[in-house]
């Protein structure tokens, strides 16, 4: 209770402190979620902004937001005019008010490919004797972070369809015992050392560890992933503007996003090598039935 308090304090703070911003008083208004702050982030979002302003011919402004409450909040009162979310928190913001989804930006690392078919993994020891998803009822299974995409929602997910089975039988009756390790790579290596029989990642975090050293190469077995035949896509994030933006800023805000090329800019955005691309509600079709599913509370989808 007491943090819902804290955190509803903390968007009637923010909201209070842009009110009267927007473009509506001749400026255009940014709201970034809390992500790392530092001077070289500073810089980066400063010569974005400063082409954006010349793009549109208006000043432009941003905002540092208090958590993502905060942030869906403004955008959808009206109180900024621009805001990039996670794709969680986009199904949020469009059940709390009129927002548009007016680019996507495209995340190159999280695609999928022949040599990549997966967003996220099922891992097994080398002498388990598990060889499929067949084999893992019973079994003891270890998920990463309860709030973390492919480390538990995805796989989650997929056994919910894969084997017809509700989130109750999953967390209590499927298997012999429901583990989470805390991260990713605790996961594989829990898997590694037999503490789980079977254990969700992402996928490239047993490469790595062979790399380092913290395993051997083979300790490990890709056993089942989710990929994109689960009818979720996770290689896109959302950059959404507040509804009633007029038409012509519109179309200057679209075609100054579909044709920006700055390599150091996306990088520092998590996209390296990626590129606005026009919306796309599809895309995010997929998570929203994923959260149905799995029951996924505000709190839940909101989670950092």
């Given at each position: ?122 891992f097994s020891g080398k002498d388990s004797g598990i060889e499929s998803l067949d084999d893992i009822k019973g079994k003891i299974i270890a998920f990463g972070d309860p709030v973390s995409t492919t480390g538990h929602l995805l796989p989650k997910y997929k056994l919910t369809q ?117 919306g796309n509600e599809t895309n995010y079709e997929g998570l929203k039935k994923l959260s149905d599913t799995l029951g996924l509370t505000e709190e839940d989808l909101l989670a950092d």
């Amino acid at each position: 209770m007491k943090k819902v308090i804290f955190s509803m304090l903390g968007v009637a703070l923010f909201l209070l402190l842009i009110s009267g911003c927007g473009a509506s008083n001749n400026y255009f208004t940014i709201a970034y979620l809390p992500v790392e702050d530092s001077t070289e982030v500073q810089e980066i979002r400063g010569q974005f902004q400063e082409n954006l302003s010349e793009a549109i011919g208006m000043e432009v402004k941003e905002f540092q937001t208090t958590s993502y409450s905060a942030a869906i909040e403004a955008v959808s009162s009206g109180k900024v005019d621009m805001v990039m979310l996670t794709p969680f928190s986009y199904i949020v913001a469009k059940s709390k008010g009129e927002i548009e989804l007016i680019a996507d930006l495209t995340i190159p690392s999280a695609a999928v490919s022949e040599e990549k078919p997966y967003y996220s993994c099922f891992f097994s020891g080398k002498d388990s004797g598990i060889e499929s998803l067949d084999d893992i009822k019973g079994k003891i299974i270890a998920f990463g972070d309860p709030v973390s995409t492919t480390g538990h929602l995805l796989p989650k997910y997929k056994l919910t369809q894969e084997f017809d089975l509700t989130v109750e039988e999953i967390e209590n009756t499927y298997f012999k015992d429901v583990m989470f390790s805390g991260g990713h790579d605790k996961t594989v290596i829990g898997v590694a050392q037999g503490t789980y029989d079977v254990g969700a990642a992402y996928c490239e975090i047993s490469t790595i560890l062979e790399d380092k050293g913290v395993i051997e190469s083979g300790d490990v077995k890709v056993i089942g992933g989710v990929g994109p035949e689960s009818g979720i896509s996770i290689g896109t994030t959302p950059l959404v503007v507040r509804s009633g933006l007029n038409d012509e800023l519109k179309t200057s805000l679209q075609n100054f996003l579909y044709s920006y090329e700055d390599p150091a800019y996306f990088e520092n955005i998590g996209a390296k090598g990626g590129a606005y691309v026009p919306g796309n509600e599809t895309n995010y079709e997929g998570l929203k039935k994923l959260s149905d599913t799995l029951g996924l509370t505000e709190e839940d989808l909101l989670a950092d």
